[in-house]
T-cell receptor, first 114, second 113 residues
Framework: AQSVSQHNHHVILSEAASLELGCNYS??????LFWYVQYPGQHLQLLLK??????LVKGIKGFEAEFIKSKFSFNLRKPSVQWSDTAEYFC????????????FGPGTRLSVLP | EPEVTQTPSHQVTQMGQEVILRCVPI?????FYWYRQILGQKVEFLVS????????KSEIFDDQFSVERPDGSNFTLKIRSTKLEDSAMYFC???????????FGNGTRLTVT
């Protein structure tokens, strides 16, 4: 079965620090990759997605992620975090172009200190 | 921007009772999903629905669960006889085509007492 792992359970940063959240998946074939964010008390919102093409994808709010196929990774980055980025971040993988199931990682809680 | 809407936002029920969680997916979307998130834990896939039938389901989605799209707009999740461990946030999601992301609703918090 496919699995998605996220390296950090809880990350604490000060404002303006750089962010990198790790995501690895276990499936070797074609994958679609996503990062979702869940602000406190809210639903999951799409940050960015990768289907094909340029492995460096840019999303909303200054986030970007890089797909490295050889490492089965899709790490999320932001050069300078803000207090408002405090949230839970979930990596998700959909296997194959016609697969239906989106498998989510366990999430990484990001706390940004003002 | 169109949204996935879910009702109610919070449902409290007694163990053994039936509950129906309701969702209105985005109108031109074709694939519909239910996920759940037990407090502090990961987002777990329950079921996907396409072309008026279940296309995939997880081992969590046992005989006590069912889904329906009764009228072309609503998408419901029924839990027949709730258990304490069913307490969770239930998220409905939908998407358009096979290469598209999920759009989530705000969720229904189910509390089973």
């Amino acid at each position: 079965a496919q699995s998605v792992s996220q390296h950090n359970h809880h990350v604490i940063l000060s404002e303006a620090a750089s962010l990198e959240l790790g995501c690895n998946y276990s499936y070797g074939g074609t994958v679609n990759l996503f990062w979702y964010v869940q602000y406190p008390g809210q639903h999951l919102q799409l940050l960015l997605k990768y289907f094909s093409g340029d492995p460096l994808v840019k999303g909303i709010k200054g986030f970007e992620a890089e797909f490295i196929k050889s490492k089965f990774s899709f790490n999320l980055r932001k050069p300078s975090v803000q207090w408002s980025d405090t949230a839970e971040y979930f990596c998700a993988v959909k296997v194959g172009n016609y697969g239906q199931n989106f498998v989510f990682g366990p999430g990484t809680r990001l706390s940004v200190l003002p | 921007e169109p949204e996935v809407t879910q009702t109610p936002s919070h449902q409290v029920t007694q163990m053994g009772q039936e509950v129906i969680l309701r969702c209105v997916p985005i109108s031109n979307h074709l694939y519909f999903y239910w996920y759940r998130q037990i407090l502090g834990q990961k987002v777990e896939f329950l079921v996907s629905f396409y072309n008026n039938e279940i296309s995939e389901k997880s081992e969590i989605f046992d005989d006590q669960f069912s889904v329906e799209r009764p009228d072309g707009s609503n998408f419901t999740l029924k839990i027949r006889s709730t258990k304490l461990e069913d307490s969770a946030m239930y998220f409905c999601a939908s998407r358009t085509a096979h290469n598209s992301p999920l759009h989530f609703g705000n969720g229904t918090r189910l509390t089973v007492t």
